[in-house]
């Protein structure tokens, strides 16, 4: 069984003026590739924090991050950056899309990283429209777009550079339960197809589409329930 991720006593403080906020305390944890893997835990329980840690957002304080075979932890700011381009998809619960972009051009932003965009990337940004079904919608700017259809592009920009790990926090939070059920579907679909997710939450119809939910309290780990067997690995 391949490792997606690993974390080891993962620790992050947080220090506002001669206050420390301890919001993880010791976090362990393994990520098998192809597993889907729902966070819960009360508001203020150190979920956006462990998942902006483990999406190369945010740096631990202290404990060990691999990533695959690389330890994240020890990596300078560059390399970093170049990780989580390259091998992170990241969603997020307000979509943080350009107002001024398309979103043919929104699902493209990734790419801009790279420095040029060829023919082919075009090409696939607009199967990755299709995929999460805007292919009709590529001129559209997000303010013309639903609450759903702007997460869709989310998703879409999450994808351009084929991520292994896809990481989305609270990414059906501002919608309704039809626009739920229909990105909760792309997940699973992704899933299926050999990406390994952890999905922060507090609703727990949308934690059980999951195969493993973990409960945060504290900054430290209560349980780690496993229900259902990983994604078969292609
Ligand atoms: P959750 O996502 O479970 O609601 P967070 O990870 O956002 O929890 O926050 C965990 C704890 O860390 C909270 O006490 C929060 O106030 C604190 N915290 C989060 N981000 C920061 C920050 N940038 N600076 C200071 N404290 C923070
Ligand atoms: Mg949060």
Redesign the pocket.
Known sequence: MRLAARVQDLR?V???GDEE?H??RGVSLDFPEGDYVAVM????????????VLGCLDRPSSGSYFLGDEDVAQMDDDSLSEVRAQRIGFVFQSYNLIPQLTVLENIEVPLYYRGHITAEDRQRCRELADLVGLGKRLGHRPTQLSGGQQQRAGIARSLVNNPRFILA?EPTGNLDSVTTAEILTLLDNLNAAGKTIIL?THEDDVAHRARRIIR?KD?VIQTDQRIRELALQG
């Open positions: 992050k947080y220090r506002l906020v919001a993880l835990g009360p508001s203020g329980s150190g979920k956006s924090t462990f998942l902006n926090d922060v945060l900054g």
